[in-house]
Nanobody, 116 residues
Framework: QVQLVQSGGGLVQPGGSLRLSCAASRIRFFSLYSIYWYRQAPGRQREWVANIGVSGSTNYEDSVKGRFTLSRDNAKMTVYLQMNSLKPEDTAVYYC?????????WGQGTQVTVSS
């Protein structure tokens, strides 16, 4: 069974930084899959944040462009979401995701709270 285990997150002041990790296991050829990050704020629907492709190409939602950076280490089967210049509106539970043969697999979610 594919597993995605997230780490990082926590409480940070506005303007601060956090790094989230998403470590995969039981995925053959991890480097062949795009990894997606989503977030869900209280009372809101889950929304796409960013994704990283097989070549390392990245896409970001407009509100996080220039502040969030995705990277991947295929040898470690891990994707990193570096979040800088955090804002209170970034407060949410963050999830990583991979789709393999039509099936979605999710990390357990990581709380990010941006507050003074």
């Amino acid at each position: 069974q594919v597993q995605l285990v997230q780490s990082g997150g926590g409480l940070v002041q506005p303007g601060g930084s956090l790094r989230l990790s998403c470590a995969a296991s039981r995925i053959r050829f991890f480097s062949l899959y795009s990894i997606y990050w989503y977030r869900q704020a209280p009372g809101r629907q889950r929304e796409w944040v960013a994704n990283i492709g097989v070549s390392g190409s990245t896409n970001y939602e407009d509100s996080v462009k220039g502040r969030f950076t995705l990277s991947r280490d295929n040898a470690k089967m891990t994707v990193y979401l570096q979040m800088n210049s955090l804002k209170p509106e970034d407060t949410a539970v963050y999830y990583c995701n991979v789709n393999i043969d039509g099936s979605d697999y999710w990390g357990q979610g990581t709380q990010v709270t941006v507050s003074s």
